[in-house]
């Protein structure tokens, strides 16, 4: 079956960076765009931003220029280098596909506070 394993977050100051990864295993990797999400507390998940095998990442407006998402194909892994890191973006973080989505994974937490 799918399996998502996220990893990565912790504590960091405000403007700080942190680099998370989803190893997943169950299906064909390298066949599908991969998104990061994030769910804040009391607030619904939302997309942070989509890496296919070919293009450059898409990415949500509040973290555009901060964020970077990168894949390895060979290691099945998905990666958010997230700088700049703003007490806003304390979060859940999650990847899954783009739709209809897998089961999620435990998510990683990101805690952005001095």
């Known amino acids: 079956q799918v399996q998502l394993v996220e990893s990565g977050g912790g504590l960091v100051q405000p403007g700080g960076s942190l680099r998370l990864s989803c190893t997943a295993s169950g299906f064909s990797f390298s066949g599908y765009a991969m998104s990061w999400y994030r769910q804040a507390p009391g607030k619904e998940r939302e997309w942070v931003a989509t890496k296919t095998n070919t293009a450059v990442g898409n990415y949500a407006d509040s973290v555009k220029g901060r964020f970077t998402i990168s894949r390895d194909n060979v290691k099945n892994t998905v990666y958010l280098q997230m700088n700049s890191l703003k007490p806003e973006d304390t979060a859940v973080y999650y990847c899954?596909?783009?739709?209809?989505?897998?089961?999620w994974g435990q998510g990683t937490q990101v805690t952005v506070s001095s």
């Open positions: 899954n596909r783009v739709s209809a989505y897998w089961a």
